[in-house]
């Protein structure tokens, strides 16, 4: 319900609140980047300060997967809907849920991971760690100089592709998108490994 709330805000305030004269293209693009943007925040951020702020007597990982299927499943009817009004090609749409999917996965290991720990330290860390999920990326670049980390941050990413891109930045961003699935798949591989046995004796 709290989920569900987020995203009728989100809508209502990115998308209903424009004036009639904004409902076109490309002049909606503001709204749906916005709205894209806060779907991502709250997947990224809402999402962990919310499960790692309560205790959980349901196996952690088990709980984290049932929570990002819910999540992903009821962010689609929106996703979709915002397609007919921005116009995306459906190469594009995939790829927009892609990279939300993707990135809600990869703050689902921490979530997971702060939720086995017994200490307030280690929630903290864990939600830290979603933190740099988000804005990790803009810092190395704000500290370096080099652009390319801040191309890896959930929030450039959709903002590239809520806009009007070449078939080449598509390819790229379609690239970093494969790399990062694959990396967050053996990582969820790895921890469904790792404690697969203590969940099985009980420990």
């Known amino acids: 319900m709290g989920w569900c709330a987020w995203l009728l805000v989100s809508w209502v305030l990115n998308l209903d609140v424009v004036s009639a004269q ?3 293209e490309p002049a909606i693009e503001p709204a749906v980047r ?4 806060s779907i991502m925040i709250g997947l990224g951020l809402l999402w962990p300060v919310c499960r790692l702020s309560i205790a959980v007597d349901d196996p952690p990982g088990i709980a984290t997967a049932v929570d990002l299927a ?3 499943i009821i962010v689609q009817p929106v996703l979709w809907l915002v397609r007919l009004q921005a116009g995306w ?3 594009r749409t995939l790829l927009i849920d892609v990279t939300l999917t993707v990135w809600a ?3 689902g290991l921490f979530i997971w991971a702060g939720r086995m720990s017994a200490s307030n330290a280690g929630r903290s860390g864990a939600m830290a760690a979603c933190v ?5 990326g803009w810092f190395v ?12 941050s959930p929030p450039h990413m959709l ?3 809520t806009r009007e891109i070449s078939v080449d930045e598509a390819r790229a961003e379609a690239g970093r998108l494969v790399v990062l699935s694959a990396g967050v798949a053996i990582a969820w591989l790895v921890m469904l490994i790792r404690y697969r046995p203590a969940a099985q004796t009980g420990v």
């Open 22 to 24: 904004w409902l076109t």
């Open 34 to 37: 916005g709205l894209m943007q």
């Open 70 to 72: 819910t999540l992903l």
């Open 89 to 91: 090609t459906l190469d």
């Open 105 to 107: 996965a990869a703050a």
């Open 132 to 136: 740099g999920l988000m804005i990790g």
């Open 141 to 152: 670049t704000l500290l370096t100089g080099i652009a390319e980390p801040a191309s890896w």
């Open 159 to 161: 903002w590239a592709l």
